[in-house]
Structures are given as structure tokens and as C-alpha cells.
């Protein structure tokens, strides 16, 4: 693992395993659409109208948002695998399917309404950490979305039996020390004994 990004385990096989396990299947999509009724909670009067996701693998989250929100929707994702299925089961057209890092966004600053990542910045090693943030600070012209493992304190977990793949920290704090001038629109937990997909800690920030 030392001589690898995890970046390039989600490039390679790994990653295509991934899609094999998590497939885009109705319930899936139903269970996102509620998680993103709560995200979308605060701001229902001003719901983005263009959104990207770092991160989106097969896009059950980009599913989920096509039958809530009028929004341009695009995603990055640097599994190729992924990014076919995303073309050929028609979430997305091929121009708005992106190849690339969440380190290093292809996008212009302010591009989007709404920048997101679920599951995404967990995967991110702490020292690529602070430029993937900046990243999705930079292209968002209004809102930030994040979903992911919460520690309070930064720690390091073996991910599927693996070491150096997947790092929980307080991600909203780590936003608002780079970025103080955001403001906190809403924020929560999702709990898997409720139905929620994971148990994973959200945030959800204005520009
Ligand atoms: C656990 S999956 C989550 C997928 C999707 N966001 C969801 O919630 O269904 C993690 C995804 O992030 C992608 N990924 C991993 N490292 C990344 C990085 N540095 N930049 C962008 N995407 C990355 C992987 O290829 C994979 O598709």
C-alpha cells in the first residue's frame, strides 16, 4: 500500500469491485432520495440548478437528484468503469462525466451551484486532504455538500481488510477552519438503524 495513492486501488480493480457490490438498483436510489430530502431540507426555496459530485462511482446519488431537483447534473470519477455505466444507463451524458481527482477539480471556480462528495473524502489520504477540500470550495459558486465517517479526533481504519484506504475525522470542522467565512446551513446524522444508507455525519455549507 505505501508505494500507492488510494486513488489508484479505486482506479484499478479494486474500485471496479466496489461497483459489483454497490449496484444502482431502485432501492438504492430510493434510500438516497430520502437522504437528500433531509440534505435539501433548509433550502427548498433555493435549490441548486447546477451540481457536480466528486466521487460518484455509478451515481445513485446523480439518480436520486434527477427525479428531486431541476438541476444540470455532473460527476467525476476516476474509475473508468464507472464512468461507463454511468453513460450507457443514461444517468449522464458523456460531456458531463468527467475523469479526475478530487485533488485537482477540471472545473472552473463557481461552475457549480452545489459541490458534493458522500462516502468520497473518507478515501482521501490527510495528506491530500486539505487540497481536495479547497477543491470543492473553489468550484462551488453557493453551496457545499459533504457526507462522511465523523471521528473526533482524525483516525486512520483498515478498509476491507486493507491499511492506508480510508481516514475519519470531523470533515465539517476541517471545512470551516480552511473556509471560516462559510456558513452552516444544516447539518446531521444518518443512522443505519433507521434505514439510512450508512451511518454517516453530514454538512451542509453556504458561500
Ligand atoms: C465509497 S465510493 C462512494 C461512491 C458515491 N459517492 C456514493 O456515495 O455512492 C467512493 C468513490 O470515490 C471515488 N474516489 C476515490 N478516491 C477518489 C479521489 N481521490 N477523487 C475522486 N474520487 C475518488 C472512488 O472511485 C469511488 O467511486
Known amino acids: 500500500m505505501a508505494d500507492h495513492r488510494p486513488v489508484d486501488f479505486w482506479r484499478g480493480d479494486f474500485g471496479s469491485e466496489y461497483i459489483g457490490r454497490n449496484r444502482a438498483d431502485a432501492s438504492a436510489v430510493r434510500q438516497r432520495a430520502r437522504s437528500w430530502s433531509t440534505y435539501f431540507q433548509g433550502i427548498m426555496h433555493d435549490l441548486p440548478r447546477s451540481i457536480v459530485e466528486v466521487g460518484c462511482s455509478v451515481g445513485i446519488n446523480l439518480r436520486a437528484l434527477t427525479g428531486l431537483v431541476d438541476a444540470e447534473l455532473h460527476g467525476l470519477e476516476p474509475n473508468a468503469a464507472a464512468r461507463r455505466v454511468l ?9 458531463h462525466v468527467h475523469e479526475g481527482e478530487a485533488n485537482s477539480l477540471p472545473f472552473k471556480d463557481g461552475q457549480f451551484e452545489l ?4 462516502g468520497v473524502l473518507i478515501h482521501v489520504p490527510p495528506s491530500e486532504l486539505p487540497a481536495a477540500v479547497d477543491e470543492l470550495y473553489r468550484v462551488s459558486s453557493k453551496y457545499i455538500l459533504m457526507s462522511e465517517y465523523f471521528s473526533h479526533e482524525p483516525e486512520e481504519k483498515t478498509y476491507r481488510g486493507q491499511s492506508g484506504l480510508l481516514f475519519k475525522r470531523d470533515f465539517g470542522g476541517f471545512m470551516l477552519d480552511r473556509h471560516p467565512e462559510l456558513t452552516i446551513v444544516d447539518y446531521g446524522f444518518q443512522w443505519m438503524r433507521a434505514g439510512a444508507v450508512d451511518n454517516g455525519h453530514w454538512w451542509l455549507f453556504r458561500k
Open 87 to 95: 453513460v450507457e444507463d443514461g444517468v449522464l451524458p458523456a460531456s
Open 115 to 118: 459541490s458534493f462528495t458522500t
